[in-house]
């Protein structure tokens, strides 16, 4: 299993990014995928969930309205639309794909600052 993030950066707040994950070796149409964010001191938490077919999605209240999550089965890859962006949006964003284990990306650094 093999999941790479991309699209992150800095931007000032009020702005917009898009996270991209590419994932490799497993049936990505069977699993949830999940974005979470680790902020400097604090815990992972999990900020946006896309069941298979896109039939279940969760976001955390700190970001409804201001972020999607979206597939594209036929790349293999999950979505993060960020918008409206806020200095306490700032963290190292992290795909995740959830079957029998939890797999990981690597993070992609989000700065938002003016």
């Known amino acids: 299993v093999q999941l790479v993030e991309s699209g992150g950066g800095l931007v000032q707040p009020g702005g917009a990014l898009r996270l991209s994950c590419e994932a490799s070796g497993f049936t990505f149409s069977s699993y949830a995928m999940r974005w979470y964010r680790q902020a400097p001191g604090k815990e992972r938490e999990l900020v946006a969930q896309?069941?298979?077919?896109?039939?279940?999605?969760y976001y955390a209240d700190s970001v409804k309205g201001r972020f999607t999550i979206s597939t594209d089965n036929a790349e293999n890859t999950v979505y993060l639309q960020m918008n409206s962006l806020k200095p306490e949006d700032t963290a190292v964003y992290y795909c995740a794909a959830l079957g029998t284990f939890l797999y990981w990306g690597q993070g992609t650094q989000v700065t938002v600052s003016s």
């Open positions: 896309i069941t298979s077919a896109g039939g279940g999605i």
